[in-house]
């Protein structure tokens, strides 16, 4: 019943439609994962006569696995904003994970591409499920126990990078989402009229999971990211961390053996768990380029940002040929 | 001097190890002077003096880390499992800290295998049904790239506990039948059955959730490595997927938009976006059909009386015998209640009563069904239908009886004797006072006559206010 634009199955589109009813996907569930081909059901739908009824034989779904099946596999619960509170919180008693889509992560973008929905009545919904689970986190009650996720569409809108990154900030700071996904709009049969031609090259959705990881487990800030590429945009050739840090030469080189974590964070090609081990290793041992070789696949890109007992990088960390020196043309890992 | 012999079995022997491994320590053999010899010949050696060796204490991590390690292929694995520990006795304690030194760096890749074969195994075994005297049997048929198959016993029966399965592989197989595990022989895959009753509807779904605008066929392969396929029904249908997929896809971009041949559908349209709810027959339908948000009575117990009335009280929860007749207050404090509202001269039958929580939240103790506050998270849960209770029944001014109440009315939390008297809640007229069952609970008949006295009081300023 929803117009989104980038939905196949929107109002508009001539799609031929199909629809599952609760015992139906009910028992495809059971079927499925006794024979292991699934270990958990994500369930989520298209709006069918309004969000409060579609809502509700999600729920329905997630109740009769649980309850009379006793199924003990994973339930991701795609939510629908528009649908009634204690409906959303009724499904929380049953999903793992409840998740509700912003979709777009600017409102006037939302409102163009899809009519129906409203970003502050989507934040609102979000803050409601944070509420109810940290409330229940706190006192041992069991609602969404694996906690809220949400989807945005990249390339749908004119929304670059930076407001991307943004808006993820905003959800993991303010209603404590646990993950963020990113998917680049990609073609649909029945495209509309009102969507971009052509798809974004799925290597900015790669990019923004990089970005993302390095906000949340590398301590880098939005701005600190944005700045690392141009108008707002990653940059595509290369990954976020290797752009920033060719941006920002004088912070390097970090020595492996004393630097502190924080900055070894930042050096390109040295993932979390390389920088944990190194900090454990260090109190047993003077590290070598040998050692680090060891502990990271990349070191080609390491190497001009650290030093180590046998490594220096002298000149290279300010050549100004360094960028081509390592970011060697290959194919990248998203086609 | 003669070499030193381990005798181990097949596959991943643990225990052999270990018995080798306290042996060894314990006589302090080099590890270049151990022989680590598998298979049938070597049980002649058999397992002999073992009593007499130590445990060789290890740290917990080097326990987890030779858990996996014997699994693996490598027949190297119990000489480098030997080298470390020798290395751990003689000085270097922490050596499994030491993430760079060459010996722990391989044994953390060879842990990392394991982990990895094991992820696989968990999310590729394929169980195939046949019905036998006792009902239905899964067997599934899986060829793991390590020793594993014993190490993955403890999830399969977490996962599959009320289900008859077997699992065959090359190494040995494990059967369950609801109750007990048993591991037996190297299977053979012509035991599992050669078709699945319902793969068909599986490649159907398989089928579907490939998007081949997003197609990675390198990590498409990380996720599902082709050593994995050939026991996996879906995988056949994997080429021909990718082959369509850039033709699929360049249809899909060279196509014009289609305009919508039903553009508009206005009568289903309003009825969508019509979803408030207009009567409190329709809300207290939808609460009596909800699951209840505490753990205890089953059935929801809705607000009554007249709509539009100047007072409506609002309680904490149904109790026992709320619970039982399907109507508020008409228990022990329910009683207590009614004598104060006719002191007070309120006509009860003018009035709206309710609860914050609709449902009896207890703990069951024998026979007795005890009573359990309900918590701030439970009752914020109850709240929205609180709100829209009051929202259609329209009372002139709402009465919190007692702590629970008050803090659905306000949305936070509220200490009775700070708040005691009119308030409001948002732009509704309120007052707060105590809950009836308080009364019942103070122990002494002076306390519980003043404080029924205060009770009454509250009660005729909440008349006198309306």
Known sequence: MFDCAYCINRRSSNTPRARFTVDEVVTLTIEFYKRNYIEGLFLSSGIIQSADYTMEQLMLVAKKLRREHGFAGYIHLKSIPEASPWLIEQAGLWADRLSINLELPMNASLERLAPEKNGPRIKNAMGQIRERIQEAREERRKFSPAGQSTQMIIGADESNDADVLKASA?????????RVYYSAFSPIEQASRLLPPKPPPLAREHRLYQADWLMRFYGFSVDEIASSGDAGMLDLEIDPKLA?????????????NSGARELLLRVPGLGKRAVDKIIVARRHTKLRAEDIKRLTSSFKRAAPFLITADHRPSGLTDRADLRQRIATPKQLSLL | MTDFVVALAEGADLNGFRQGLRRGIAQGVAPEAIVWQVGAEASLFG???????APVRVPRAAAALIDLVVCHRDPERYALLYHLVWRMVRGERALLEVHTDPLVWR??????????????????VRFRRIDDEAGERFIAWFEPEHFILA???????????????SILTPDGSLHWDKERLTFGPPGDPRDAPAVGDIEGAWDVYFQSTFNPARLNVAQMQKEMPRKYWRNMPETKLIPGMLQMASSRVDEMISATPQPAIKRDPQKALAKMLDTEIKSLEQLNAIISASEPFVRGGRRAVIGEGPSHPDIAFVGEQPGDQEDIQGRPFVGPAGQLFDAALEKSGIDRSRCYVTNAVKHFKFEQRGKRRIHQTPTTGEVKHYRWWLMKELELVRPKLVVALGVTAALAL????????????TCAFGSQAGLITVHPSYLLRLPDEDARAEALQLFVRDLINAKASV
Do not use: C
């Not at chain 2, 397992?47 to 060796?53: G, P, R």
């Not at chain 2, 993955?152 to 506990?161: I, Q």
């Open chain 2, 410 to 421: 306000s949305g936070k939390p509220v200490t009775i004797s700070r708040a005691r008297g």
């Open chain 2, 107 to 124: 044994l953390e890749r060879m842990a990392k295998a394991i982990r990895r074969d094991l992820h696989k195994m968990h999310a590729f």
């Open chain 1, 170 to 178: 905003d959800l993991y700071g303010n209603y404590k989402l646990k």
């Open chain 2, 47 to 53: 397992q002999t003096d073992v009593s007499d060796a």
């Open chain 2, 151 to 165: 190490s993955t016993a403890d999830f399969f029966v977490k996962r599959y506990p009320s289900m008859r399965w």
């Open chain 1, 244 to 256: 920033w840090a060719l941006k920002n030469r004088g912070v390097f080189p970090i020595d492996v």
